[in-house]
């Protein structure tokens, strides 16, 4: 098969998240094997899969040479392990975000755990569909798992508003899209967070946002949330600190914010819970997500496309947009 591999340095040192390798080292491998599902996974013939901005800075590039990249796929079931009662069978449109040690998406084939899959919306495209694990999980574990959030009606139906608000912060990134379409169809009054309302304000409210503002407008509203979800981290997490309710939560999914959930609570927000976290691959989660993409209560964006040989261009394009809206897909036919 062909698969997008990271060739290692042949210049200068290893890499590694600290010095992560260019663009350059995506380099397209034929006559790569096959590989076979093991009990409890299932072989994929992907036909799109997702590009990841700053993927190569990931510690789960390098954990071994030579290593695939993509964690994000649509495709079609080529094989199951002989001993597996599985819940798929070969020709069933499949999607999912892979083993989050193993990756392995960039590539015709990959093997991925059943337990992290589900059947592709039948409303979507291979492409749009592989837009949608990695960010549309994070925001659904962001609200309904740990902000204790009510999970949507699925049948299509928005849910009445049952009077509560949610502060999102960075809603017009790629998880902040998922965020405000998913609290919308849970009936929250969402406030949806941008660095700018003039080139992001009438798309958020497209989406369900009941109102969209600014960073710097927060402060004007004068109000406070029982649940904030935060995407970019630094200073728009840092002030969330004032519009919380003491007793309500803060949950970022920034990076860069790792140690947020450590730092000392200011006083009189003692009570806040303050979580940092990455995701979890979850096949029944995937599949909630996926009637709510079918009853037409999520959009999926797609940026741009570029087929498998292109991926190094691909990788620059998605690291280097300046506006996250939609992803960068690889496609395989």
Not at 10 to 16: D, N
Not at 156 to 162: A, K, T, W
Not at 242 to 262: E, K, L, Q, R
Request: glycine share 8%; with cysteine.
């Amino acid at each position: 098969m062909q698969a997008i591999r990271i060739h290692p340095s042949k210049t200068s040192a290893a890499f590694s998240p600290s010095n992560p390798a260019p663009s350059s080292a995506l380099v397209l491998d034929s006559d790569i094997a096959i590989p076979s599902p093991r009990p409890g996974h299932i072989l994929v013939r992907v036909h799109a899969a997702t590009v990841t901005r700053d993927e190569l800075s990931w510690p789960e590039s390098y954990t071994e040479e030579f290593h695939i990249p993509g964690y994000d796929f649509a495709g079609v079931v080529a094989d199951v392990h002989e001993t597996d009662a599985s819940a798929f069978q070969p020709g069933d449109e499949v999607f999912a975000f892979s083993d989050i040690e193993k990756g392995s998406a960039w590539a015709e084939y990959t093997t991925v755990a059943v337990k992290n899959v589900a059947l592709k919306p039948k409303t979507l495209s291979f492409e749009e569909a592989a837009t949608v694990p990695m960010c549309a999980l994070t925001a659904w574990q962001a609200l309904f798992v740990h902000s204790g959030l009510q999970e949507p009606d699925l049948t299509g139906n928005i849910s009445p508003p049952n009077g509560r608000s949610v502060l999102i912060t960075g809603a017009s990134g790629a998880v902040g899209c998922y965020l405000v379409q998913l609290a919308a169809a849970a009936g929250l009054h969402v406030v949806a967070a941008s660095s700018s309302n003039e080139r992001n304000g009438d798309f958020l409210r497209s989406l369900g946002a009941s109102e969209a503002v600014e960073y710097d407008e927060i402060i004007r509203i004068g109000r406070t949330f029982e649940t904030i979800v935060d995407t970019v981290g630094g200073d728009p997490l840092s002030k969330s600190w004032a519009f919380v309710t003491d007793g309500g939560s803060i949950v970022t999914v920034d990076s860069s914010s790792f140690d947020f959930s450590n730092a000392a609570a200011p006083s009189g927000k003692e009570h806040v819970k303050k979580l940092f976290f990455i995701l979890k691959p979850s096949g029944e989660q995937l599949r909630m997500v996926s009637k709510a993409l079918d009853a037409g209560l999520l959009r999926t964006f797609v940026a741009h496309t570029f087929p498998l040989p292109e991926a190094k261009a691909a990788y620059e394009k998605a690291s280097g947009r300046l506006d996250r809206r939609g992803k960068v897909v690889l496609t395989i036919p």
